[in-house]
């Protein structure tokens, strides 16, 4: 295990709101939460409107249920992933193995990466919602700065989640540079497949010759068989 690997001090450190606060991905994750709860936050607030004949409230993106719940969906969701991530950026340096370092950097790549996707898709959904709506359908122009807050801040997340899948592979490609050694590297008195002996000294050599005894010579088993004697039939 190696306790500096993937960006990270060596685990066991004291925790330094002020460095966590001033590391890059966490003030990505910071404003990605703040852009998620404003494009929610928009919907939810002003996002659905009626005609003045009307007493059912509607989307006012183009009148689509669908394009709100799904700007409100991916916010909500965003926002929690947000508070994920930054707790596990706060327990990151705690994290002594290697592995599970790893794992975490990996995840955060492929959930940064998916959630810059689906802003992108959210963004140009919204878009093309905003500018299919009817005017007769909003007479009064009601939730049109919340409506375009949402697209803004939209357009604004995937780039602070893609931010954040870069910065997590940085952390991916410097932690796996560091952790290759301690990773290969095996001691070789420890492999049971040696193909070759170990290496003893010469004093050692030596005691095992002194202990070795010859065996008994040929003439030692002919003088026990002397006095026995053949007999003829």
Sequence with gaps: ????????????GAFDPQAFLRQPHTLLRLL???????????????????????????????????????????????FLSCLLYL????????????KDRKKAVLSDI??????AFLWFVGFCFLTNQWQASKEEDNPLNEGGDAARAAITFSFFSIFTWVGQAFLAYQRFRLGADSALFSQ???????????????????EDATDAVGTYQQ????DAFDTETQGYQTQNY
């Design 215 to 218: 065996p008994p010579a040929a």
């Design 110 to 115: 492929g959930v940064s990466a998916f959630w």
């Design 87 to 98: 707790a596990l950026d706060a327990y990151f340096p705690q994290i002594s193995s290697v």
């Design 32 to 78: 990605s939460w703040v852009f998620s709860i404003v494009v929610f936050g928009s919907i939810v607030n002003e996002g659905y409107v009626n005609r003045l004949d009307e007493s059912e409230e509607h989307c006012i993106f183009n009148r689509n249920r669908n394009a709100c719940n799904y700007g409100i969906t991916v916010g909500v969701l965003a």
């Design 1 to 12: 295990m190696d306790g500096g690997a993937f960006g990270a001090g060596k685990a066991g």
């Design 184 to 202: 290969d590297y095996m001691d070789p008195s420890q492999d049971s497949g040696m193909p070759y002996a170990p290496y003893t000294n010469e």
